[in-house]
């Protein structure tokens, strides 16, 4: 099962930033927050992760909460191209490894 | 960032032939290869875990004789899925990792006729 929930669907005004929120309350301690985008047929992409500490990247900032049961995503300038589906993930340790189990996500509409 | 490609892009096939899909990571070494599959508007569905060298882990409900995966080489795996048929119709994702993070390429649609 998805260790996270997320908001079904959020707009967003073009230009304007987009805040999509995520809650992960289960988390380990050692477990990191991943955040995923698909484009309408298309392969997630990767944007950003992280583990305790805030994230900037040249996509997005990732904020997690001190408790780390919940985290956001900030997409500062959303333009048209941000519409998408926004998978906050938190992975599930196998031995060795691990592995990534996908919720519903978030449907980003950013609208002119 | 890492590039993972898949091919073919999109097939269509007869029902009760098999269909080969490979996953390639193309600028790293990926011990660990992952494959999803995705029906319209809904979200990915892991299948199982693939491992170079070993044997594929599935997910519980997923057939292993139906979806047959190798991961042969460093840098491929493929996914064969077996007597296809219409309801095998999806929206194949394969992804890699490498290091900490996941990686996915750009998906195989699989149309069964």
């Known amino acids: 099962d998805a260790k996270t929930t997320q908001p079904p669907s959020m707009d967003c005004a073009e230009g304007r930033a987009a805040n999509l929120p995520c809650n992960h309350s289960?988390?380990?301690?050692?477990?990191?927050v991943y955040w995923y985008r698909q484009i309408h047929s298309q392969g997630p992409q990767y944007i950003i992760h992280?583990?305790?500490n805030n994230e900037t990247n040249e996509m997005a900032s990732l904020i997690i909460t001190e408790d780390r049961k919940s985290s956001t995503l900030i997409l500062p300038h959303a333009t048209l191209r941000d519409t998408a589906v926004y998978y906050c993930i938190v992975r599930v340790a196998l031995a060795g490894g691990f592995k990534t189990i996908f919720g519903a996500g978030t449907r980003l509409f950013v609208k002119a | 960032g890492a590039v993972v490609s898949q091919h073919p892009s999109r097939v269509i096939c007869k029902s009760g032939t098999s269909v080969k899909i490979e996953c390639r990571s193309l600028d790293f070494q990926a011990t660990t290869m992952f494959w999803y599959r995705q029906f319209p508007k809904k979200s990915l569905m892991l299948m199982a875990t693939?491992?170079?060298?070993?044997?594929?882990?599935?997910e519980q409900g997923v057939e292993k004789d139906k979806f047959l995966i190798n991961h042969a080489s460093l840098t491929l795996s493929t996914l064969t899925v077996t007597s296809a048929h219409p309801e095998d119709s999806s929206f194949y994702i394969c992804?890699?990792?490498?290091?900490?993070?996941?990686?996915f390429g750009p998906g195989t649609r699989l149309l069964v006729l």
């Open positions: 693939s491992n170079e060298g070993s044997k594929a882990t599935y």
């Open positions: 289960t988390i380990s301690g050692n477990e990191y």
């Open positions: 992280g583990l305790k």
């Open positions: 992804s890699a990792r490498n290091g900490e993070t996941q990686y």
